[in-house]
């Protein structure tokens, strides 16, 4: 979370997260051997979720998915294969 006013969109700042504008922002990483409905599927339920438990209007969140490759991960003291 950023503090108040420091978050901006095309150059205007928000002093609290407008229900309209200044959507909430998220990076979804997931492993790389997802079908592409699969990863529809999530994109829609992390942004149903997300909603239903920020009362922000789903209109209003963006969502970005990158695949992370077997191999390219460490995690837990290692480097994670799939």
């Known amino acids: ?3 108040s ?3 901006a969109v095309a150059g205007k700042t928000a002093a ?3 229900r ?7 990076d979804l990483l997931t ?3 997802n079908s592409p409905e699969i990863i529809e599927k999530m994109l829609t339920v992390v942004a149903q979720s997300i909603a239903r438990h920020t009362n922000m209007p789903i209109h209003n969140i963006f969502i970005y ?3 992370a490759r077997s191999g ?3 995690d837990a003291g290692e480097i994670v294969r799939w």
């Open 16 to 18: 609290y997260q407008p």
């Open 65 to 67: 998915h990158r695949q």
């Open 5 to 7: 006013g420091h978050y």
């Open 20 to 26: 309209d504008s200044h959507p909430f922002l998220v």
């Open 72 to 74: 390219s991960v460490f």
């Open 1 to 3: 979370y950023l503090p």
């Open 31 to 33: 492993p790389d051997f």
